[in-house]
């Protein structure tokens, strides 16, 4: 089992940055890709970003320029850096980790295996 704890969210103004960290723990040796989703009121979960084992990086397109996904594997943790920020990032984001094997990533939330409980994003003036 793995656990995944989200932390940094907050109220930001438009244009404002958040950094989002993901800890994880247990079995963290199965951890492969890694994942943020986000979720606003009334909508499906939608992908935001992905990286991999091997640090490739997959981005939403409405985020794209604007956000960047890394990872520390030392510290067993996920961020995304969130800069330039809309009204319309407003959501509760969610990490998420596969030990599905292979340098590979997925948009998808079905394909990852194990989730955090999410931290609130709020981008208003």
């Known amino acids: 089992q793995v656990q995944l704890v989200e932390s940094g969210g907050g109220l930001v103004q438009p244009g404002g940055s958040l950094r989002l960290s993901c800890a994880a723990s247990g079995s963290i040796f199965s951890i492969n890709a890694m994942g943020w989703f986000r979720q606003a009121p009334g909508k499906e979960r939608e992908f935001v970003a992905a990286?991999?084992?091997?640090?490739?990086?997959k981005y939403a397109d409405s985020v794209k320029g604007r956000f960047t996904i890394s990872r520390d594997n030392a510290k067993n943790t996920a961020y995304l850096q969130m800069n330039s920020m809309k009204p319309e990032d407003t959501a509760v984001y969610y990490c998420?980790?596969?030990?599905?094997?292979?340098?590979?990533?997925?948009?998808?939330?079905?394909?990852?295996?194990?989730w955090g409980q999410g931290t609130q994003v709020t981008v208003s003036s």
């Open positions: 998420s980790s596969t030990s599905q094997i292979g340098d590979s990533y997925s948009t998808h939330p079905f394909w990852y295996d194990y």
């Open positions: 990286i991999t084992s091997g640090l490739r990086t």
